[in-house]
């Protein structure tokens, strides 16, 4: 499970758009899996602290990008990867989230209209603040 969520968290680092993808396509497979309410569930202290952990993600990314756009190498392409996939699993951490519940509530914010609606107000909130 551990490097699942590692192989997810570096396909969001490199690609955003790739991400939300996978992202829909495995909300969608979930769904299947568990009840509405509790693959949906997200309350207002665990949607500020995705909030927080997604602006960090953000930074780090905007951090690592250039490195691993510019690294031919792939051993330093793999260090750097995992460099930043450590760097964002501390962020998300220190919010008190775990890798798998932030991708359950980015799922979430992805398939979810109103939840949606207030992770932006919240990521907006958030970007002010930086």
Request: glycine share 2%.
């Amino acid at each position: 499970m551990k490097k699942l969520v590692s192989k997810i968290c570096w396909v969001m680092m490199s690609s955003a758009w790739l991400v939300l993808s996978t992202a829909a396509v495995q909300a969608q497979e979930k769904s299947k899996d568990q009840p509405p309410s509790q693959s949906t569930a997200v309350g207002d202290k665990e949607l500020r602290s995705f909030a927080k952990s997604y602006i960090e993600f953000h930074k780090i990314r905007m951090e690592y990008e250039p490195a691993l756009n510019k690294a031919s190498d792939p051993q330093e392409r793999n260090k750097l990867e995992q460099d930043a996939v450590a760097k964002f699993g501390k962020a998300v951490e220190k919010q008190g989230l775990t890798l798998e519940s932030y991708f359950r509530i980015f799922q979430t914010v992805n398939t979810n209209d109103t939840v949606r609606e207030k992770a932006l107000k919240l990521i907006e909130e958030e970007r002010k603040k930086a």
